[in-house]
């Protein structure tokens, strides 16, 4: 669930594909995760939310990967429930990236 709110965008977006094919992938996904109705609801959920975007302004990322541990039986603590997703109104002088891969410098190596 942690790896939902990852700061990289793609990352979200892999660890939600990755998800939806782990519930798709069960036979009867009631012994692992609970329910029918709520395992469609969380790949409804996995499927619509646009996990990839930069910033999360009105905070529905995080407001869907809590939904979806709560629909999957899994416990969040307070301070995993209140973690936010992209940058913060913050003033700093860091401008947006202005690609899509800017944003993953930091973990290229120099050369």
Not at 55 to 69: K, L, T, V, W
């Amino acid at each position: 669930m942690t790896m939902l709110l990852n700061p990289y965008p793609r990352v979200r977006r892999y660890t939600a594909e990755e998800l939806y094919v782990v519930i798709l992938s069960q036979d009867d996904g009631g012994n692992l995760f609970g329910n029918r109705g709520c395992l469609e609801e969380a790949n409804q959920l996995l499927l619509s939310v646009v996990w990839h975007d930069e910033n999360d302004p009105r905070g529905h990322i995080s407001e869907s990967r809590n939904r979806i541990a709560e629909l999957l039986g899994i416990p969040l603590t307070e301070r995993q429930l209140n973690v936010k997703v992209g940058k913060q109104n913050n003033n700093s002088r860091k401008t947006a990236p202005r690609d899509e891969f800017e944003s993953y410098s930091s973990l290229v190596v120099g050369g």
